[in-house]
């Protein structure tokens, strides 16, 4: 097929046509700094402000709760280091889950560093957190928990609102607050981002993971979070963000999010039909593949698979030729030598982990697409082994 086939949309989205209009102007001839008092400045902090309504209204809070970032992992950061930090004196301790975003583990690392404990709770061989451990996990002593809502590499959802009051119950018999954190980034458009059911206090999206710019996302907060801000300068973002507002970014991000949610169930039902036909006809047409995730509880865009005795990356090589654009997992841990750890804490052996592929739909994806991908991906497999029938023997994780 001579154009690109993308599916590889949980690491990037194209921006639509829409939000491009909707941002240009705040790059020409409404360029003003929203924390200035004239009124090319006010333009621009009236758009600031109308996203941040539009943006609330979605998630069902407050906008004084919306507190704009420069992505996931800003908004990640700091949540998890500005809650820890202004609740030592509480505690000391911080729940996870083993299969979390490099950006929530490192910023554990970073803070275990400085003297927190962190438990990092094991999951099934389907990726779920397993609702024991974290009850268990539970001490006199834990301030934050932090899980994702919806897991990039294999798509396996976890019940999040079933969590929530599991640690609100434990806060509420030790007589303070637990605070609880959820990373959503790959949620919008596909689950219910309702922060009043999801019970969160805190909820991290990036625009680009649904159709909106890079280098701009969010993070909501409740009202009563005890927060020490991570980024210090100036009083923008009530405090809670310094710096100068990415304006048309922040346009961007609030036109991407009223297209996804506005077109929620047919996208829905777009995505699951093309993901279950893909998943079928991979299972189907090669030998040694193995669906990676939860087969019912799982992103409606995503099929995630390891392959026996062949390597993800050359998969992805030779698809790349074919015009087809996919991941071995996340974008982030693009270019490393080891397994991925979500695959690893699932318990898939080292050398099986090595040959993960992950394909991520989007609206603009085809059945033809699907087909055509269905005709290639097993006689690249098949080439793959007749050239290197062996597997490699599993390097250890970081």
Known sequence: MSKLIYLDHAATTPVHPKVLEAMLPYFSEKYGNPSSIYSIAQESRQALEDARTLVAGFL??????????????????TALKGVALAS???GDHIITSAIEHHSVLEACHLLEKLGFHITRLPVDGHGLVKMEELEKALTESTVLVSIMLANNEVGTVQPVADMVRLVKKKAESLGRQIIFHTDAVQAVGFEDLDVAKLGVDLLSLSAHKFYGPKGVGLLYMKKDVPFLPHQGGGSQERNKRAGTE???????LAEAM?????????????????RDKLIEGILAKVPGAHLTGHPARRLVFNASFCFDAVEGESILLHLDFANVAASSGSA??????EPSHVLLAMGIPGGLAHGSLRFTLGSE???EEVDYVLSLLPGVVEKLRAISPIVPPARRPC
Do not use: W
Not at 60 to 69: M, Y
Not at 246 to 252: E, T
């Open 88 to 90: 030592r004196k509480s």
């Open 332 to 337: 982030c841990a693009a270019g490393s030598l």
């Open 258 to 274: 009223k297209l996804v949610v506005g077109g929620r169930e047919s996208n829905v039902q777009h995505c699951r039909g093309l």
């Open 365 to 367: 994806n085809t059945d």
């Open 246 to 252: 990415n304006v048309a970014g922040i346009v961007g």
């Open 60 to 77: 069902g809070c407050p906008a004084r709760e919306v507190v704009f970032t420069s992505g996931g992992t800003e908004s990640n950061n």
